[in-house]
């Protein structure tokens, strides 16, 4: 017998279109634990939504939305979407920011969540646990692997861990692709940072504003759900942040004005160059939680350290633990960009219905 | 709530007493899914056992064992504690070999087991499908996360990758600690293998007979078992294993003996050495699922292969799958040992009861 899911997808930038494409490639699905047939029961963006029982061809999205479609008003689609009382529904939230979120502990009353979006769990420290507890209560699930080194398993293993007894006592992890490209370059190249930063957002490698990448908030977010999933009570404003972006940069509107600025940034990571040329170590950016405490900065690391042959489109998690005390657990893998969130999702998606 | 777990232990070789000195320390445990007390309702040997309801003082198990056991039969032993009908009971198997795998189908279909024993999910396919089905039927559990690198969460990683819809096409280990500290040695000192051996086996770095070692069918088992998990219909027999140990000294009896002709060894590894010295590589004994096929022996990596950098008493198991097809998800942590096998033994344990 085949399973069908039924997904209701909020969000169609990047990620939701890549999810959709993979879909329509890929409707059917065998596992270990069965055959799965994916639909798609609805789809909402911030201008159109549509729900349809019968399944929207998700190789023919947009035309359908916006034939059929109505206006968006999220709330009725959330209504909607749990009046349909369909088996193995899925509210797949591919939205960025806070507007989706406040609606999960109704979603999740009937239908359980699937996101790559970190705010849910990267806002308060109440608000986390609240989710938590609404998902205990309803017996339902709330998926997000993708928040963390997408594809990496991080929040599996520290399940495992937890569920074995033991107590993580620290984690660090390297988590931004970017940022340890640009460090790692700085290092082998003869090129100065802001150089580096403008190739990279020429090559599409930064976000569209870098200082979105620069000012360290995504790792600090990333290393912040890790540490709650590992049972610290940690807040975002308890995080020490190593911003990269000179402060007077930091409120320019203009991105040109920003790049013709950035220079006086370069003999900060000049003189950190030499230092870890001088005493044969590597520069990464890393997120740390040791001691209680969360950091997110630049770390010169020497050849010893499980970092330094970490190439910089790799993610790497260490778990430290009462049972991994002296030397760490590593989970490491490339991974990230849409394709590869989508096929998380994927994922999330059949553990949940699984 | 404290909750009451009960282990009925077979074995008390080296980690069977490790695990009972291990509780004797600390039985009670504070978990994310609760409190636990551990007891100790019976414990058998291959001379006596013991069962006690109200459970056996893990501190002075010799001494009870010797003035309340009586001589061990173990069909009578696993007759009665399945009479017991003790809440949480577990059936805890550190022997070794084959004799207590036999009565797994009988036990399961009343009581739980944990065990680092290899044995039953390394000997026959259909042997091992059997025991699957039994738990399954028996809504029980079998856990043996100490099958594999002790402590790495490698059967949890596949469990995790398989339930996401991922399908792993390639497995490659690093298993055994004693062959690869041999390796390293080989190349950063100016010893011949036979002396590193012999240094191996006075350091008590090897197995009593370093033959256990040196045969590579421990390294075969692991690989085994989790191409198996990966989903592959295995057999022990379908494995190549490069068998160190040279044909003509396989069945001598006397270790003495053994010693005094494995100089006959070197010169292969002389010229290993040499060659791998030469192309700048690094040699290990690995294991690997690929194509379908498995093998296990001596394998030259260069310095960008991830075994390149792993220290020799480092667990290293890739994976490559559908999801990671270009780089593989690297799990890698340092442990074993009788003592780390314990702590694995009382995961496995609050994972079954948690």
Redesign the interface.
């Known amino acids: 017998m085949k399973k069908v899911i039924h997904i209701f997808i909020v969000g169609t930038g990047k990620v939701g279109t890549q999810f959709l494409k993979l879909i329509s490639e890929k409707s059917e ?1 065998k ?3 069965g055959d ?1 047939i994916f639909k798609i029961a609805g789809i909402a963006n911030h201008s159109r939504m549509l729900i349809n029982h019968k399944g929207i061809n998700p190789a023919d999205w947009k035309l359908n939305l916006l034939k059929t479609g109505e206006p968006a008003i999220i709330k009725s689609f959330i209504s909607r979407m749990q009046k349909t009382d369909l088996t193995n529904s899925i509210f797949l939230d591919c939205t960025d920011g806070d507007e989706i979120v406040k609606y999960y502990d109704v979603i999740l009353r009937s239908i359980p969540i699937v996101t790559p979006n970190k705010s849910a769990n990267s806002g308060t420290y109440q608000k986390y646990l609240a989710l938590k507890k609404t998902v205990k209560r309803f017996k339902t699930d709330f998926r997000y692997s993708a928040n963390v080194g997408v ?3 991080s929040l ?2 520290i399940n ?7 107590r993580i006592t620290s984690i660090e992890g390297l988590f931004s692709s970017t940022m340890n490209y640009l460090l790692d370059k700085l290092l082998i190249t003869n090129k100065k940072f802001s150089e580096l930063l403008k190739e990279a957002h020429d090559k599409g490698l930064t976000e569209p504003d870098p200082r979105n990448d620069l000012n360290g908030i995504d790792t600090a977010r990333k290393i912040l759900i890790l540490a709650r999933e590992a ?1 610290y009570k940690i807040e975002m404003s308890d995080i020490e942040i190593e911003n990269l972006v000179p402060p007077i940069l930091r409120n320019i509107n203009l991105l040109d004005k920003f790049y013709n600025s950035i220079k006086i940034a370069d003999s900060k990571f000049d003189s950190l160059k030499k230092l870890a040329v001088k005493t044969k170590r590597k520069l990464v950016y890393s997120a740390r939680l040791r001691n209680n405490k969360v950091s997110v900065g630049i770390e010169m690391v020497d050849s010893g350290h ?1 970092f330094y ?1 970490a190439s910089s489109n ?1 993610k790497v998690v260490l778990f430290y633990s009462e ?2 005390n ?10 990230g960009g849409a394709k ?1 969130t989508a ?2 999702l ?3 998606i ?2 949940t219905v ?1």
């Open positions: 699905l596992t270990e634990n799965f594809g990496l398993p599996d293993v495992s861990l937890l569920s074995g007894g033991d049972g499980p042959s790799e049972f991994y002296e030397n760490p657990l590593i989970i490491k893998g490339q991974s590869a096929s998380v994927v994922s999330d059949l553990k699984g």
